[in-house]
């Protein structure tokens, strides 16, 4: 009988202990190689994340209440949240090479998934680097004047090719 009242005593305690829970840390962590990441948490004030840096906030309320008001930079960094923790990665990235077949100098976006390129009016393909950050972009090409210009391009691998044409 002292056994029966025993576990049901410590069945009770460890019930009641289940019911008082208190939320976890919410745990945000920057994975990016080399982009720092501004977060705004619900419930929280800004944060700013250096690469490789990870903080833990107090997780507050309702779910509605911890989730991700905005952050940047959007086009460059995507995030995964899981059970109370938030990951950012860079997005994968793809290279752009430019032939110019206008004659003209100009300028090249894709709608900020793109740092915007200045192109020159030589016929040569020009190499620098360029880093696209979607898989869909939309591209969109003007000389120096503000013409519109066409832009054909095809993937291959990991690189954008793109030829401008008036």
Same mark, same amino acid.
């Given at each position: 009988?002292? @056994?029966?009242? =025993?576990?049901?005593?410590? &069945?009770?305690? !460890?019930? #009641?202990?289940? %019911?008082?829970?208190?939320?976890?840390?919410?745990?945000?962590?920057?994975?990016?190689?080399?982009?720092?990441?501004?977060?705004?948490?619900?419930?929280?004030?800004?944060?700013?994340?250096?690469?490789?840096?990870?903080?833990?906030?107090?997780?507050?309320?309702?779910?509605?209440?911890?989730?991700?008001?905005?952050?940047?930079?959007?086009?460059?960094?995507?995030?995964?949240?899981?059970?109370? @923790?938030?990951? =950012?990665?860079?997005?994968? &990235?793809?290279? !752009?090479? #430019?032939?110019? %077949?206008?004659?003209?100098?100009?300028?090249?976006?894709?709608?900020?998934?793109?740092?915007?390129?200045?192109?020159?009016?030589?016929?040569?393909?020009?190499?620098?680097?360029?880093?696209?950050?979607?898989?869909?972009?939309?591209?969109?090409?003007?000389?120096?004047?503000?013409?519109?210009?066409?832009?054909?391009?095809?993937?291959?691998?990991?690189?954008?090719?793109?030829?401008?044409?008036?």
């Amino acid at each position: 009988m002292k @056994k029966i009242i =025993f576990v049901l005593l410590v &069945s009770v305690v !460890v019930f #009641i202990s289940c %019911l008082v829970s208190y939320p976890a840390d919410t745990v945000i962590t920057n994975h990016s190689v080399d982009k720092t990441v501004t977060v705004k948490i619900t419930s929280s004030e800004e944060i700013i994340l250096a690469p490789g840096q990870s903080i833990s906030i107090e997780t507050k309320g309702t779910t509605e209440e911890n989730m991700i008001e905005y952050y940047s930079p959007n086009k460059r960094v995507r995030y995964i949240r899981g059970s109370l @923790k938030y990951d =950012f990665y860079d997005r994968e &990235s793809y290279e !752009v090479k #430019i032939l110019n %077949l206008t004659g003209k100098t100009g300028s090249l976006t894709a709608d900020g998934w793109l740092d915007t390129i200045y192109f020159s009016s030589s016929n040569n393909e020009q190499i620098n680097n360029w880093l696209l950050y979607t898989n869909y972009p939309r591209f969109t090409a003007r000389t120096d004047d503000g013409y519109p210009l066409q832009v054909l391009f095809i993937k291959e691998d990991n690189t954008f090719k793109l030829t401008i044409n008036d």
